[in-house]
């Protein structure tokens, strides 16, 4: 976390004087290098398993059987061509079905060791593994305001400040669209400004989706102009998108396809996403939900390496969980952190990239039921191991609502969520049978002093920026400190002082020049 720090254990240590105490404050206060912060992006999951071996191999068979024998429907004339010169056959019903070893093939092809890179490249991201990366998603039609408790319709300058924010939280690994811009009524001037906001107020790796094919080549001329030339972009995608190519059930999405294919050309990585909603339009049990993303997001592994084997491509399997008892979605469910954890293992399963969604809460603000929903569902899915958790932070309401609040709350969450994914080390150091034998034979009778506690006290333990830890005398001594007040306070201070100033103005001013930008210049630096 951004106050995490570490210890200096050669700074010389005057136990009776303020001297020691001191240097040792000092010490602490220093930044903590990033391979020795206690949590960071690509900590290893995979100890949490709700599908046991059996389970895994037969949602694969079931998800074969489902694509030879049922196939996908309305795929476009460009993916009939592709697909079916790749091997797959289309009935005289005009679905696509696919034959298992067609699949086969194309999985021996698929990429793998693939990097989803920032402007920075502080921030490049390698899926993979059971390497776990948190970030944004929900392109919410509202923006949730936690002083009025009310929603109101977003802007573009609300997508960019929530990319800022996101751009200053260590735990928080990437940005996908947050909003939708209700400000921008023309579907052009919507996707461009989205991308706009997004790559202009981070540089972490940015999602973001577009409308139709000539939206997506727009889209491309100005990630040229951010990256300096096409060449330039070509060698450091720093922005992927987030297609959803089926409808489910089992149906391609025409217009979506094509857009992929535009990006697959022009050099995009591609999230190949798969969002049924179990009960609704993907089956009911929790195991046929799994069934059907997985069969789907098997078709887009086949569709992607049909068009360029090895493109990077993430196994976006997102399937959402239905309230049965009024068929609304209900993102803050256990179950939806049970079909995250097993899409995180499916995607093991066939050694992809993976990514899914979980955490976007049924509770309309910040409060207790928004936390237990928040936390319990993130540390499930990433103890999955599951690569891209998306949707993990700022969202509410199922998604329709986005709090630009929260998301300095859920930085705390998501350390903590971190951490659990860590788990425990065990070594001779670890198991601290040294510290003990001095502690206890003629020692303190405790460890708070020891080298080993002062020098783990930052590597070991996470510590919340926002969380309250002070005793009830001490909470009521400060004035009683309340959390949403302290989100609010700092979110306000973020606005107020972090600009990112990585595209330049005289990028900025052509891009201006070429395209209808919603935000004003006035808008993206300090106040005078």
Known sequence: MTDATV????APRNRRGSGGRAARKAARAAPLPES?????????????????DAGMK??????????????????????????TKAGAVQGDDGRIRFSPSLVEDMLAVAGREITLVGQDPMYDIHPGGHRVHYGTA????FVYDPIARENREPTVQDLYDSARITDTLDNIHFFQRTLTPRDTVDPTDMDLNTLYACVSGTTKHVGTSFTSVDRAKKGLEMLHMVAGSESAWRERPFVSNSNCFVVPPMKFATESCEVMETLIDGGMPILLLSAGQAGATAPAPLAGAVVQAVAECLAGVVYVNAIKPGHPAIFGTWPFVSDLRTGAMSGGSPEQGLLTAACGQMARYYDLPGGSACAMSDSKEMDMQAGYERGMANVMAGMSGLNMIYESVGMHASLLSHCLDSLVIDNDVIGACLRCVRGIEVNDDTMALETMREVCIGGPGHYLGSDQTLRLMQTEYVYPRLGDRTSPKEWLEVGKPDLIEKAIARKNEILAEHFPGHISDEVDAQIRE????????EGMKPAA
Do not use: Q, W
């Open 36 to 52: 020795m912060r206690p949590v960071r992006a690509g900590m290893e999951g995979g100890t949490f398993k709700p599908l046991n």
């Open 7 to 10: 210890v200096d254990d050669t």
């Open 58 to 83: 037969s949602i694969h068979e079931t998800a074969m059987r489902a694509l030879e024998e049922i196939g996908l429907g309305d795929a476009p004339p460009t993916g009939v061509e592709t697909l």
């Open 514 to 521: 070429k395209f209808d930008i919603f935000i004003p210049r």
């Open 138 to 141: 929900g392109a919410a039609v």
